[in-house]
């Protein structure tokens, strides 16, 4: 089905750990952003990639890697998971053009780092 | 840098009742402006958005937005509200092409 999705949609883990977030979208859109949703703070943006083997940092990058080796796929990686990682993650995507574009979101992720 | 100011945390609204959300932008050029719907348990979608023109913005479920450069505003509009509303809302500004979001609002709804 098209769209925009995440994987997994749970996810505890301890600290210390590597976990990956991953994101897929079947648009073929160019850009990719990850946020994050914390009470009190809204969305977040962790990173964005304007294309295939293009990101850039967000607001809050520190702590996280991504990469974009392909234009459907962006994964979003935590090194070394801490506690303030706890958060929900959504990837959104949306097309080349106008910035005034839609961004489309995913359903999220719900990590938690005990 | 752009940012947006939601200053209702929590509002609660009689089912068929008005609503009205609060936004407010700061950025220095011509805004590009949007609200977000956040049903419980899901992701965002696009209510609706302001980027030139007619200052009266129509969206979707029945909702409206008013962008009043003036008050450096971006308030949200529903004429009578459904149980269905209930949900977080967020109004968010492009700059730089990306998104700033405000801190949201939780709407209830109440028989």
């Known amino acids: 089905d098209a769209g925009i999705t995440q994987s997994p949609r749970y996810k505890i883990t301890e600290t210390g750990r590597q976990v990956t977030l991953m994101c897929h979208q079947t648009?073929?859109?160019?850009?990719m952003f990850w946020y994050r949703q914390d009470l009190g703070h809204g969305l977040r943006l962790i990173y964005y990639?304007?294309?295939?083997?293009?990101?850039d940092k967000g607001e809050v990058p520190d702590g996280y890697v991504v990469s974009r080796s392909k234009t459907e796929n962006f994964p979003l990686t935590l090194e070394s998971a801490t506690r303030s990682q706890t958060s929900v993650y959504f990837c959104?995507?949306?097309?080349?053009?106008?910035?005034?574009?839609?961004?489309?979101f995913g359903p999220g992720t719900r990590l938690t780092v005990l | 840098a752009q940012s947006v100011t939601q200053p209702d945390i929590h509002i609660t609204v009689s089912e068929g009742a008005s609503l009205e959300l609060r936004c407010n932008y700061s950025?220095?050029?011509?805004?590009?402006l949007f609200w977000y719907v956040q049903s419980p348990g899901q992701g965002l979608q696009l209510l609706l958005k302001?980027?030139?023109?007619?200052?009266l913005v129509q969206g979707i479920k029945g909702f409206e937005a008013e962008f009043k450069r003036s008050q450096s505003s971006f308030n949200l509009r529903k004429p009578s509200v459904h149980w269905s509303d209930a949900a977080e809302y967020f109004c968010?500004?492009?700059?730089?092409?990306?998104?700033?979001f405000g801190t949201g609002t939780r709407l209830t709804i109440i028989p």
């Open positions: 959104a995507s949306r097309g080349q053009g106008a910035v005034t574009n839609e961004q489309f």
């Open positions: 648009w073929s859109h160019s850009y």
């Open positions: 990639s304007a294309a295939a083997d293009i990101t």
């Open positions: 950025y220095g050029a011509t805004p590009y």
């Open positions: 302001y980027f030139s023109g007619d200052t």
């Open positions: 968010a500004v492009i700059g730089n092409e990306k998104l700033t």
